[in-house]
């Protein structure tokens, strides 16, 4: 198997290198392998392999990769923000073989028609993805097949293990809120309600990662002899011969390791996702000019100043509350260590196959709701949501068990809501400040950074939303204090404590001093989802775009990116999807362009 942590000295000179191995690089390696297996490809990855790691291949264990002795993320710190109360923010990248698809929480996310059709790029509309969208799956979910696929490498389905007390209350809950529960949220044309979660899960409980389910079968069969995979090596940087890439540097992640150069036949694709990609361009003497010079590259090779110009990401925040679920209703016992993994896994326990998200939302605001938010706000509804029913202001998951840092948190089972709002209106940059691959980042998220608080006032309305559909669940048993904004005693705002379900219900009423107290305890703990995206945009380089529709880096030859670094415009939805498209779309236009399989 051509499965490496040393790569053999034989191997000089490649036809095709890809410089990384996430989410998207392993669907474009197992393609090209797949078109053509003369063809030599080499795919250089940071991370390790994660096969038999229990947080890679067990949904349950999914959240210990987010333990301080993970092997499996690089955690990059942003610059401290006056916006963020003076804090950085800490955002994780995968840092194994299938990059983010091995790590994330497997929430099956699609992006919306509109999102698609906003990038306004020929190839890249809905309709004309939709194929690419399809091929990667095969489908055990609700929902028409016109939409969805039946004989992809990507199994999704609803797992092998359900909190169904938990996900009807919830659904319950959102109902008497006004939303519904729609049958196919993934159906690209589906907004505003509720929906039973399916997951990147196989009916038998396993991840559905690329590494596992595109590459490492291909490296497998013995009918790919050509495909090389080196793991724990970092691409330094790309090599040039005038305008045209010829080789990759990468080094081993071996202390006192030396430098290697690969040189490369045909292609070059940078697949590092949106840390290392404008990284690696950065220092390969690719970007803005000024970024160049002050990081101390010895030459600009090309002029793009799209390169790291903005960063994007869906700003989240958590909400724990205590319930009356029973033990084996929540994965508390597994993050608590009140359950044993070792037991689970020898009793092949169902909970295996089962990331404790039962439920997926996208949601849009009331008449009223828009109205409260302000002039400002209206603005930017009335001109970017208010014509376009398909999209979704805040994306909302119920999580069983609690969401967050559960240290000092009393034992117990609790459900909680993640949150994101979809399209943010802030940017960050992200940049190098140095020619060595250890030199730090410039990285700023722009998290609640836009001049009229349209991000704040958004996250404001999402948690007086969230709030009262946990208060309209009969598992509900209160909040935990330190898990909301400090409102006082005698606020009609102030967090409760109860044995028994609310009754009577009435929406709570927020003063104007309850909203600041919202609106600094929001700047105090936002944090990342991880989907980090938009440091090397597909669009006309004059407009900072870094890509071509094609996915060839502007002014270069025989260099593309493939990751979630190109995305034009956010999406609504969770990016795990999105990454995996962009692998199938990439690697359609590869093939076509190297005319694989014409034989």
Not at 463 to 481: D, I, N
Request: aromatic share 6%; net charge negative.
């Amino acid at each position: 198997m051509g499965l490496y942590t040393e790569l053999p000295d034989k191997i000089q000179t490649v036809d095709v290198i890809i410089a990384g191995g996430g989410t998207a690089g392993c669907v474009v390696a197992s393609r090209l392998a797949e078109a053509d297996p003369n063809l030599s490809i080499l795919v250089i990855e940071a991370g390790s392999n994660g096969a038999g790691n229990p947080v890679v291949d067990y949904p349950a264990f999914c959240l210990g990769n987010l333990l301080p002795d993970s092997t499996t993320l690089t955690s990059y710190k942003s610059r401290p923000s006056n916006d963020l109360g003076g804090r950085e923010v800490s955002v994780a990248t995968g840092s194994v073989l299938g990059g983010g698809s091995a790590v994330s929480l497997m929430m099956y996310s699609r992006a919306q028609r509109t999102d698609w059709d906003s990038w306004r790029t020929p190839g890249w509309s809905a309709d004309e993805m939709l194929p690419f969208i399809k091929q990667l799956e095969t489908y055990h979910g609700p929902g028409s097949m016109d939409r969805h696929g039946s004989n992809g490498p990507i199994h999704v389905s609803g797992g092998t293990y359900c909190s169904k007390r938990s996900q009807s209350d919830f659904i319950s809950a959102m109902g008497k809120l006004g939303w519904p529960e729609i049958d196919d949220l993934g159906s690209l044309d589906a907004c505003n309600g509720a929906q039973c979660a399916v997951r990147f899960i196989s009916p038998d409980g396993k991840r559905q990662d690329t590494a596992s389910r595109y590459l490492l079968p291909r490296l497998q069969d013995g009918a790919h002899p050509n495909l090389h995979v080196l793991i724990e090596s970092q691409v330094a940087r790309v090599l040039f011969q005038g305008e045209k890439a010829s080789a990759v540097v990468y080094r081993p992640k071996v202390e006192g390791a030396a430098d290697r150069t690969i040189n490369v036949n045909k292609l070059v694709i940078v697949s590092c996702g949106a840390f290392g990609t404008p990284a690696v361009l950065e220092r390969s003497g690719v970007g803005n000019p000024e970024v160049i010079r002050r990081a101390g590259i010895a030459q600009l090779v090309a002029a793009v100043p799209g390169v790291g110009h903005e960063y994007e990401d869906h700003p989240l925040l958590l909400y724990p509350y205590k319930s009356s679920l029973n033990a084996d209703e929540t994965i508390d016992g597994i993050l608590t260590g009140a359950l044993s993994p070792v037991d689970i896994i020898q009793d092949n326990h169902d909970i295996l196959g089962w990331n404790a998200q039962d439920v997926t939302c996208k949601l849009r605001p009331t008449n009223k709701d828009v109205a409260s938010l302000g002039p400002a706000f209206q603005e930017v509804w009335s001109e970017e949501f208010e014509d376009n029913p398909n999209k979704p202001l805040m994306v909302m998951a119920l999580v069983n068990c609690f969401v967050g840092d559960p240290t000092g948190i009393p034992p117990g089972q609790y459900f909680g809501f993640s949150t994101f709002t979809t399209y943010p209106s802030s940017r960050g940059h992200l940049h190098i400040t140095g020619p060595e691959l250890a030199d730090p980042l410039d990285f700023g998220t722009g998290f609640f950074s836009d001049p009229n608080g349209i991000d704040l006032r958004t996250h404001r309305w999402v948690y007086k939303k969230q709030r009262e559909v946990a208060r309209r669940m009969s598992l509900f048993h209160g909040e935990l204090p330190s898990c909301h904004p400090p409102f006082p005693a005698d606020s009609k705002a102030a967090c409760v404590a109860l044995d028994s379900p609310l009754a009577g219900m009435q929406d709570i009423e927020y003063s104007a001093e309850d909203d600041a107290i919202i609106d600094q305890w929001l700047r105090e703990n936002v944090r990342s989802p991880w989907h980090s995206l938009g440091t090397c945009k597909m669009a006309p380089c004059d407009q900072n775009g870094v890509v071509d529709e094609n996915l060839s880096v502007h002014g270069l030859e025989r260099l593309k990116i493939a990751d979630l670094s190109i995305v034009p415009k956010n999406v609504g939805a969770n990016t795990h999807h999105t990454a995996l498209v962009i692998g199938e779309k990439a690697a359609s236009i590869i093939i076509k362009e190297l005319g694989l399989g014409e034989n």
